[in-house]
C-alpha cells in the first residue's frame, strides 16, 4: 500500500471581470479495493454552489454555478488517497483467455458494449497492420500480447508535450510517431480493440519516484496523466500505461474512466465576457508520497485533515505535461475561437479575486 496526496490547482485570468456559467469537474475517484480515498478538498473563487453526481460510467462528477464575476477563477482539489497496486503475479487470467485469440462470453460481450467497438475511421487499416505485428497468427499468452502492445509504444514513439486542445487520432498518432499521453492511451485502446479486446480510458495522475532523484524516469509524472484498462475475464480491467511500458502500476492514480478521451476533461465549463478578456490560465500539479503530517489542533474546520502523522517521504511536483487534458473555457457572448494559451507561471495570483473558499468533499 501506498500513501498519496495530490494537489491540483488550476487558475484562468481574465483582463475585466468575466460572469461564469456552470463548470464541471472530474477531479475526485471512486473508492475501490485497489484506490480508498481517505480525505478530499474542493477550493472554489469565487465561491460556488456545488451539487454531486455519477455520470453514465460511474465517475463522480461535481457541477458548479457561480455567482459572481471575477478577473479570475480558482479550482483547486487536494486529495489524500491510499493505493494498492496490482502485481503482474496477481493477474490471473480465466483458463480460457489465457491465449489469444479467445473470445468473450456472451454476457461480458453484451455488457462491455461499445467498448469493444473501434470508435476511430481506419480506411486503409493503418491500426490494424499495426496491431497485428504483434499477433504472428498462432496462439500466444494473452497478458504477452499486451504487453508487447504497450510497450512498443514507449519504445517506438516519441513523447512530445502538446499545447492544442484535444487528443490525436490513432491513425495520426502512427503516422507522426509521437504524441501525449492521451494519444498513447488512444492509440493503445483503438489497436486492442481491433484484436477484439473491451477498453476503455483513463484519466488521473502519476507519481514518479525517479523526480524525487531515484534513477530512471517516467513521461507525464507529476501531472494529470492518462493511460487504458482492458478487460480480461478472470482477472476483470487492467491498466495499461503505454506512455512508460506501465502494467498495473501503482503509481497510476486513477480518477475516472470513459469510453472516449472526449468524455474525460477534469475541468470544463465557460465564462461570458469578450473573448479577448481571457488572458490564459495555468494548471499546477503535485503528487506526494507519504503520510502527510498531522493537522495542528486549532486548524479550522474547513481544512484539510490529516490521515496520520507520520513525515512525507517523498515529494513531486510539476506542472500539467498535458495540457490538451483541460478544456479552455468557452466564451458565451462573442462566438470568435479562444486562442488555447497555457501560460506557466506558478506565482501568477491576482490581488482582486475573492478570498477561495474550500469545501470537503463528499466522502
Request: proline share 8%; hydrophobic share 40%; net charge negative.
Amino acid at each position: 500500500m501506498r500513501h498519496f496526496t495530490v494537489r491540483h490547482a488550476t487558475r484562468y485570468n481574465y483582463a475585466q471581470p468575466a460572469a461564469f456559467g456552470p463548470h464541471r469537474l472530474m477531479v475526485r475517484p471512486r473508492d475501490s479495493h485497489d484506490l480508498r480515498l481517505v480525505d478530499a478538498e474542493l477550493t472554489l473563487s469565487p465561491p460556488g454552489a456545488t451539487r454531486w453526481m455519477h455520470d453514465v460510467f460511474g465517475n463522480s462528477i461535481a457541477l458548479v454555478e457561480f455567482n459572481q464575476s471575477a478577473t479570475e477563477l480558482f479550482i483547486e482539489s487536494t486529495l489524500h488517497l491510499e493505493s494498492y497496486g496490482l502485481p503482474r503475479q496477481a493477474v490471473s487470467i480465466a483458463p480460457e483467455a489465457q491465449n489469444y485469440p479467445f473470445v468473450y462470453s456472451a454476457g461480458d460481450r453484451s455488457d462491455l458494449g461499445r467498448l469493444v467497438e473501434r470508435h476511430y475511421p481506419d480506411p486503409q487499416g493503418l491500426v490494424d497492420a499495426w496491431a497485428k505485428r504483434f499477433f504472428p497468427g498462432d496462439p500466444m499468452p494473452t497478458f504477452d500480447l499486451l504487453a508487447k502492445l504497450n510497450s512498443a509504444i514507449k519504445n517506438e514513439f516519441t513523447y512530445n508535450a502538446r499545447y492544442e486542445e484535444g487528443t490525436q487520432s490513432p491513425i495520426e498518432t502512427l503516422e507522426r510517431m509521437s504524441g501525449t499521453c492521451r494519444d498513447f492511451a488512444l492509440l493503445f485502446i483503438e489497436a486492442v480493440r481491433s484484436l477484439g479486446f473491451g477498453a476503455r480510458f483513463i484519466t488521473g495522475y502519476l507519481y514518479d519516484p525517479a523526480l524525487d532523484g531515484a534513477q530512471g524516469g517516467i513521461q507525464g509524472a507529476g501531472a494529470t496523466h492518462a493511460w487504458a484498462d482492458v478487460y480480461l475475464p478472470g482477472a476483470g480491467w487492467v491498466e495499461y500505461d503505454p506512455t512508460n511500458g506501465l502494467i498495473a502500476g501503482d503509481n497510476l492514480i486513477r480518477i475516472a474512466v470513459t469510453r472516449d478521451p472526449s468524455q474525460a476533461i477534469p475541468i470544463s465549463g465557460s465564462f461570458t465576457a469578450v473573448p479577448s478578456d481571457y488572458l490564459g490560465m495555468t494548471v499546477e500539479v503535485t503528487v506526494t508520497s507519504g503520510r502527510p503530517e498531522a493537522a495542528p489542533a486549532d486548524q479550522s474546520q474547513n481544512q484539510m485533515q490529516s490521515s496520520g502523522d507520520a513525515p512525507i517521504e517523498t515529494q513531486v511536483q510539476g506542472v500539467n505535461s498535458d495540457p490538451d487534458v483541460e478544456e479552455m473555457p468557452k466564451a458565451v457572448i462573442d462566438e470568435a475561437a479562444i486562442q488555447d494559451q497555457i501560460d506557466i507561471q506558478n506565482e501568477a495570483q491576482n490581488a482582486n479575486a475573492p478570498d477561495a473558499v474550500p469545501e470537503k468533499l463528499p466522502a
